[in-house]
Nanobody
Framework: QVQLVESGGGLVQPGGSLRLSCAAS????????MSWYRQAPGKERELVAD????????NYVDSVKGRFTISRDNAKSTVYLQMNNLKDEDTDVYSC????????????WGQGTQVTVSS
């Protein structure tokens, strides 16, 4: 079992920045593709960004391209989401996901951290 704990959410004004962190309780962190999802009330969960276990490839949903950056520190078993120029529509609960790469098993979710963008 892999435990994922998100942190860094909070209240920020439009145009502001936040950095989310997700710490994983595993010594094989590099075996997992890490992703950030978000979900607002009444909406489907949306994949925001993901990054390969080696950290050499990252993908983003179009709405955050140029504003958000996903990164990881495998020595710390932590994935980050740097969010700049935040908009009202970014308000969501952001959750961290770990998915085993190739034949490595496992798919894990954190509890989520609230991001609220408001004046």
């Amino acid at each position: 079992q892999v435990q994922l704990v998100e942190s860094g959410g909070g209240l920020v004004q439009p145009g502001g920045s936040l950095r989310l962190s997700c710490a994983a309780s595993t010594l094989t962190f590099s075996r997992y593709t890490m992703s950030w999802y978000r979900q607002a009330p009444g909406k489907e969960r949306e994949l925001v960004a993901d990054i390969t276990g080696a950290g050499d490839r990252a993908n983003y949903v179009d709405s955050v391209k140029g504003r958000f950056t996903i990164s990881r520190d495998n020595a710390k078993s932590t994935v980050y989401l740097q969010m700049n120029n935040l908009k009202d529509e970014d308000t969501d609960v952001y959750s961290c996901n770990a998915r085993g790469e190739l034949r490595w098993p496992g798919n894990y979710w954190g509890q989520g951290t609230q991001v609220t963008v408001s004046s």
